[in-house]
């Protein structure tokens, strides 16, 4: 099942409010979220997170980014739109939370 960070970025790119791609980032004038795939390369993720740090905003890591957006390859996502990036936000943010807390608790 995919989750709900993964439907948002889907409902992004529909709406045309998302950005993909390293070389396409750095044409972004503003965004309020950048998604990254953890299989990003080196040299890749030192681009983004110097874009990151141009365009001030949140970065986050989701797994299986090309998947959720369309794009087999696709390694980063800019979110132009400043509700989604928040609902997106906020869901990797659950979504991690409860991984941490399940091991915890020894499941």
Known sequence: MQSKAASYLGLARRAGKLTL????????KKCYLIAVDPAASENSQKEIKKQQRRLNCPLVFLDGLGEAVGKSGCMVAAVR???LAGAIEKEIGQENSERKSENRSGR
Request: aromatic share 0%; charged share 20%; proline share 0%.
């Open 21 to 28: 791609g390293v070389n396409a980032l750095a044409t972004v």
């Open 81 to 83: 739109e400043e509700h």
